[in-house]
């Protein structure tokens, strides 16, 4: 079945950098990519996602990237702050028939 | 305000004895969702309701059992609790399927001695 898979596991940066979360696939009929945001704390949250028909959304800082022939995926969030500290988890579904296949998530730290 | 609850949040149980995890939720979501989370694992399915009296079984349901009698709650089950049952639980919600947002609860803290 699919699989999700995401790098780095964990990332620490300082306060106003850049910063680039990835993500990759396994099975090439996934159609849909939620991704969700926990931050420390606190209950999970959807941020952004993107459909296979489509190779970039983009909202307020973050910019979601997505190749289909290689199935991968890229997060990138500009000027971090402090509040983006977090686990961000990358996550993927055949359809809306399916369950969502989630990553082991990736723990960013922004240090102020 | 839309929200998804969970009782309760922190459990301490014995091995062997039974554990109730609660979860409501008051947007009129039609699907519910239980899962475990383990370090380095992400978010592992246990079960998925479509509605009352129907639900699914995810990636892990083994050990598990669940129950939808109202559309608004949906509860997990472990009969006879197991030390490696030990996690953090979370219920979520969404409108209909996999492509709607899914809105969680704050989580339960599992441990079972």
């Known amino acids: 079945g699919e699989q999700v898979e995401q790098l780095p596991s964990s990332l620490i940066v300082q306060e106003g950098a850049s910063v680039l979360i990835n993500c990759s696939y396994t099975?090439?009929?996934?159609?849909?990519f939620p991704w969700y945001k926990q931050e420390p704390g606190k209950r999970l949250q959807f941020i952004i996602d993107i459909r296979s028909n489509m190779e970039r959304k983009q909202t307020q800082r973050l910019t979601l990237l997505f190749d289909k022939k290689t199935k991968h995926l890229s997060l990138h969030i500009t000027a971090t702050q402090p509040g983006d500290s977090a686990i961000y988890f990358c996550s993927a579904s055949l359809d809306s028939n399916y369950q969502l296949i989630w990553g082991s998530g990736t723990k960013l730290i922004i240090k102020p | 305000d839309m929200k998804v609850t969970q009782m309760p949040r922190y459990l301490i149980k014995r091995m062997g004895e039974n554990v109730l995890l609660e979860c409501g939720q008051d947007m009129s979501h039609e699907t519910m969702y239980w899962y475990r989370q383990d370090p380095g694992l992400g978010l592992q399915l246990i079960y998925i309701?479509?509605?009352?009296?129907?639900?699914s079984e995810g990636d892990i349901p083994k050990g598990y059992r669940v129950s939808r009698k109202k559309r608004e709650h949906f509860s997990l089950i472990l009969d006879s609790a197991k030390t490696n049952q030990t996690s953090v639980y979370f219920c979520?919600?969404?409108?209909?399927?996999?492509?709607?947002?899914?809105?969680f609860g704050p989580g339960t803290r599992l441990l079972v001695l």
């Open positions: 099975d090439s009929a996934s159609v849909y």
């Open positions: 979520a919600s969404s409108l209909e399927g996999a492509e709607d947002t899914q809105y």
């Open positions: 309701s479509y509605d009352v009296d129907s639900n």
